[in-house]
């Protein structure tokens, strides 16, 4: 009952961003998943699409009852104005909404903007204080630049993929789509800081985010072992660089991720001893974690064929019970339904316009006194066309019925 009464009252508060408007362009994945998590902070984000057709990810399955499940996930807390940038009169009416917001966010081609006539440049001279968020393949300038250049694209050519899978096998993509959402989560959070700065100097700024840049930034130390040692870091599966054990094993019936790491202390013995396997407890060739990763070709084969003498469930009890960090090697139906997940509220159901109840992933975002929620699904098409126009540019319904009949909207 405490806990609910206290969810509720952090429902009642404003999320951070509230007051911040966002004029959104961006479609398919980095983008948009950068708006979403600027929605889910309490900014109002305007979804700008082409009328009749949207966001291409609108046509991505697999589909709730013809509405695409894809534009669903990433596009919740959003509103959707359709707006014909091509034509003259919808240019002229975009650059009046640039006067009311706060923010641009765009993942087009790079110059593409620019070339519409609605680059930097020109919407900052409407509004001298409006931040501009692109996100591209390889960034706004550079031998790259023009290319064009998707998820898989960047994952290549950033490294990723040659160090993800087993040794000795092909590079393997993985499961999610690190190259959008990286690129995605480094938007928001530059847009964050510019709205910041811009709150002490009074000016906007352009924000430039390459997908590529991002990869490299995220492959945490494997340029720097690289840098330190001059060789080139490969696939280990499950395992760490450094640390051992620190993978997934296979049990009885399933399997489990053990993970022990430096400076813990006790972690080796403990482990040792839950395994059953107390003459390794004293072997120099595993008296620490690096002596293991040094000596894993010999310790592999004993922990592996001990793992698989129980089942997942006996191991996560002993382990656990001595203090050794391990988890259950979940699919996402497992994921969805285990007890911490649910406890904390990731999934949940939100308002849909036609579909009614929508089940959905929560923001990850947890703050006392400004939370971030999420508060709706993602929009229909064009659904708040009429009501943004007549809240931020004051139109009528004669006006906007006009310029639906031109095709403007």
Same mark, same amino acid.
């Given at each position: 009952?405490?806990?609910?009464?206290?969810?509720?009252?952090?429902?009642?508060?404003?999320?951070?961003?509230?007051?911040?408007?966002?004029?959104?362009?961006?479609?398919?994945?980095?983008?948009?998943?950068?708006?979403?998590?600027?929605?889910?902070?309490?900014?109002?984000?305007?979804?700008?699409?082409?009328?009749?057709?949207?966001?291409?990810?609108?046509?991505?399955?697999?589909?709730?009852?013809?509405?695409?499940?894809?534009?669903?996930?990433?596009?919740?807390?959003?509103?959707?104005?359709?707006?014909?940038?091509?034509?003259?009169?919808?240019?002229?009416?975009?650059?009046?909404?640039?006067?009311?917001?706060?923010?641009?966010?765009?993942?087009?081609?790079?110059?593409?903007?620019?070339?519409?006539?609605?680059?930097?440049?020109?919407?900052?001279?409407?509004?001298?204080?409006?931040?501009?968020?692109?996100?591209?393949?390889?960034?706004?300038?550079?031998?790259?630049?023009?290319?064009?250049?998707?998820?898989?694209?960047?994952?290549?050519?950033?490294?990723?993929?040659?160090?993800?899978?087993?040794?000795?096998?092909?590079?393997? &993509?993985?499961? @999610?789509?690190?190259?959008?959402? +990286?690129?995605?989560?480094?938007?928001?959070?530059? /847009? !964050? *800081?510019? %709205?910041?700065?811009?709150?002490?100097?009074?000016?906007?700024?352009?924000?430039?985010?390459?997908?590529?840049?991002?990869?490299?930034?995220?492959?945490?130390?494997?340029?720097?072992?690289?840098?330190?040692?001059?060789?080139?870091?490969?696939?280990?599966?499950? &395992?760490?660089? @450094?640390?051992?054990?620190?993978? +997934?094993?296979?049990?009885?019936?399933?399997?489990? /991720? !053990? *993970?022990? %790491?430096?400076?813990?202390?006790?972690?080796?013995?403990?482990?040792?001893?839950?395994?059953?396997?107390?003459?390794?407890?004293?072997?120099?060739?595993?008296?620490?974690?690096?002596?293991?990763?040094?000596?894993?070709?010999?310790?592999?084969?004993?922990?592996?064929?001990?793992?698989?003498?129980?089942?997942?469930?006996?191991?996560?009890?002993?382990?656990?019970?001595?203090?050794? *960090?391990?988890?259950?090697?979940?699919?996402?139906?497992?994921?969805?339904?285990?007890?911490?997940?649910?406890?904390?509220?990731?999934?949940?159901?939100?308002?849909?316009?036609?579909?009614?109840?929508?089940?959905?992933?929560?923001?990850?975002?947890?703050?006392?006194?400004?939370?971030?929620?999420?508060?709706?699904?993602?929009?229909?098409?064009?659904?708040?066309?009429?009501?943004?126009?007549?809240?931020?540019?004051?139109?009528?319904?004669?006006?906007?019925?006009?310029?639906?009949?031109?095709?403007?909207?």
């Amino acid at each position: 009952m405490a806990e609910n009464q206290k969810k509720a009252g952090l429902a009642a508060m404003s999320g951070p961003l509230k007051g911040i408007k966002i004029l959104d362009l961006s479609w398919i994945l980095s983008g948009p998943f950068a708006t979403m998590v600027l929605a889910d902070l309490g900014a109002e984000v305007i979804k700008v699409e082409r009328p009749g057709w949207g966001d291409l990810a609108r046509g991505n399955g697999p589909f709730i009852d013809g509405e695409s499940s894809y534009f669903l996930s990433i596009n919740r807390g959003k509103k959707s104005l359709t707006l014909d940038l091509q034509k003259d009169e919808g240019k002229k009416i975009f650059l009046e909404l640039v006067k009311k917001a706060d923010v641009v966010v765009e993942n087009f081609s790079a110059g593409t903007l620019a070339r519409l006539g609605l680059g930097y440049e020109a919407i900052s001279k409407v509004n001298p204080g409006i931040i501009l968020a692109s996100i591209s393949g390889f960034g706004q300038d550079g031998p790259y630049k023009s290319k064009p250049a998707l998820d898989v694209i960047v994952q290549a050519m950033g490294g990723i993929m040659s160090i993800t899978g087993e040794p000795g096998r092909p590079p393997i &993509r993985p499961g @999610v789509s690190y190259g959008d959402i +990286a690129a995605g989560l480094y938007c928001s959070v530059a /847009v !964050v *800081a510019a %709205v910041y700065e811009r709150a002490k100097s009074g000016r906007g700024q352009a924000i430039d985010i390459s997908m590529l840049d991002c990869q490299v930034a995220v492959l945490e130390n494997a340029f720097a072992r690289y840098f330190a040692t001059g060789e080139v870091p490969a696939p280990l599966g499950t &395992r760490h660089p @450094v640390f051992t054990p620190f993978q +997934a094993f296979e049990t009885k019936d399933g399997y489990i /991720v !053990v *993970a022990i %790491v430096g400076g813990t202390k006790n972690q080796w013995p403990l482990f040792c001893v839950t395994l059953g396997l107390i003459d390794l407890i004293d072997d120099q060739r595993f008296r620490d974690g690096w002596s293991r990763t040094t000596h894993y070709a010999e310790l592999e084969p004993i922990l592996t064929s001990t793992m698989r003498s129980k089942t997942s469930r006996e191991w996560l009890e002993e382990l656990s019970e001595v203090g050794i *960090a391990c988890g259950p090697v979940n699919n996402i139906a497992q994921a969805a339904a285990d007890p911490q997940v649910i406890y904390r509220d990731m999934i949940i159901q939100v308002p849909h316009p036609r579909l009614g109840e929508v089940k959905t992933v929560n923001t990850p975002i947890r703050m006392s006194a400004t939370p971030a929620r999420v508060e709706k699904a993602a929009p229909d098409l064009g659904q708040d066309t009429r009501d943004v126009l007549k809240e931020w540019l004051g139109l009528d319904d004669k006006e906007i019925d006009r310029l639906a009949e031109a095709e403007i909207i």
